[in-house]
């Protein structure tokens, strides 16, 4: 079995995003048990009487427990390979392995690099775009960095000049601190203020920017792709048909569906060359969720996977089924024995044209005829 086809294969037996979900899922709620166990009951009246360092415990289980919530969440969203979800799991867990970092705690940074590692490597597999995700997970990331900022300088508003001894105060000044405007009326004076203040920072900008990214970034993709990349209007087909390629196949098929009126989209490399095609093209990497939905594959009716290569053919089928399991896919394949494996990619239909016309000329060779529709591609 070529490497391609194995690959495919093993891909649609394990699914990753399962794995990698479930894995999150499961971290995230031994981090949320972890931190519920330490935090001191009656907040945030527990705070009373107890040393600097303790503080510094309770905001640090605090975190703990936001962490485990957020990872338990973004666990959930990664099950339905949501790409906020990745997007965020990725930078909670690269926080969480520089604090553990920070205190030594090299198992833990083990084994959220381990998981980090394996987000990074299977990040193809998350690729649905979805704004209502995306706009659930950036709002709960900013009410959590909100609550931890809130709680942190509550308990060690001691800590700050002038002192900090109600919530509202302690709100304002994460607002403040958040907002990079720190108007200077209140700053951290002790070490583990400062500290916290850091942590604070960090999360914020962290937060805030990943929610920037993921709820405003695929619309400007899409924006710019149609400036720069696409020719007409394809978004606005319906029932279209979608062809993948630029090589001599490709070409040729375009030229036919040109001349049969047929309504389609031409997806081709980013670097290849414009021609001015009288049709709608779209320049970029097929197997890609943006480009594919740049084309219209939400509502198109079939998408010929037509490169040179079997095994972009093969991943091409897998990103289109998994964006729209209702339509059909058509795989050009390179010879007969790639049939077989472009179907196990989830191909509805594979053609092998080099077979074919094999099989015709070895029919003109015996001197048998051939079906009216070909007569004027012969020359006799």
Request: hydrophobic letters at 55%.
């Amino acid at each position: 079995m070529r490497p391609y086809a194995l690959a495919a294969q093993l891909r649609r037996l394990a699914r990753p995003h399962l794995l990698l979900g479930l894995a999150v899922t499961a971290l995230g709620a031994f981090h949320l048990a972890t931190g519920l166990g330490k935090l001191p009951l009656g907040l945030p009246w527990a705070h009373l009487g107890q040393s600097p360092a303790q503080l510094l415990a309770s905001v640090g289980s605090g975190a703990q427990t936001l962490l485990g919530a957020a990872l338990l969440l973004l666990g959930l969203g990664l099950l339905t390979r949501a790409r906020s979800a990745w997007v965020f799991s990725v930078l909670l867990l690269a926080a969480a392995i520089a604090a553990q970092t920070w205190h030594r705690h090299w198992p833990d940074v083990g084994l959220h690099a381990l998981l980090l590692g394996a987000l990074l490597l299977w990040r193809r597999d998350f690729r649905r775009l979805s704004l209502l995700s995306a706009y659930l997970l950036s709002l709960g990331g900013i009410l959590s960095v909100l609550l931890y900022g809130t709680l942190g300088t509550y308990l060690l508003g001691s800590g700050f000049h002038p002192a900090i001894t109600d919530l509202p105060t302690a709100l304002y000044f994460t607002f403040i601190t958040l907002s990079t405007v720190g108007y200077g009326d209140i700053v951290p004076v002790t070490l583990d203020a400062r500290l916290f203040v850091m942590s604070l920072i960090l999360a914020g900008l962290s937060i805030f920017a990943s929610a920037i990214i993921s709820t405003f970034g695929p619309a400007l993709a899409r924006q710019v792709g149609r400036l720069f990349d696409v020719k007409g209007n394809p978004m606005q087909l319906r029932n279209h048909v979608i062809l993948v390629g630029s090589g001599p196949m490709a070409r040729n098929i375009a030229r036919e569906l040109a001349a049969r009126k047929t309504d389609f989209v031409q997806i081709v490399a980013g670097g290849t060359p414009d021609n001015e095609a009288p049709w709608p093209v779209v320049k970029g990497d097929a197997s890609e969720d943006e480009v594919l939905v740049a084309a219209g594959i939400r509502h198109a009716r079939l998408l010929v996977a037509a490169r040179e290569d079997d095994g972009e053919n093969a991943f091409i089928s897998l990103a289109t089924k998994a964006i729209n399991p209702a339509i059909r896919v058509l795989a050009v394949a390179s010879s007969a024995h790639a049939i077989h494996r472009l179907k196990l990619a989830h191909a509805d239909v594979v053609f092998a044209p080099v077979a074919v016309g094999a099989r015709i000329l070895a029919n003109l060779v015996e001197g048998d005829s051939i079906p009216k529709e070909f007569h004027d591609l012969l020359e006799s």
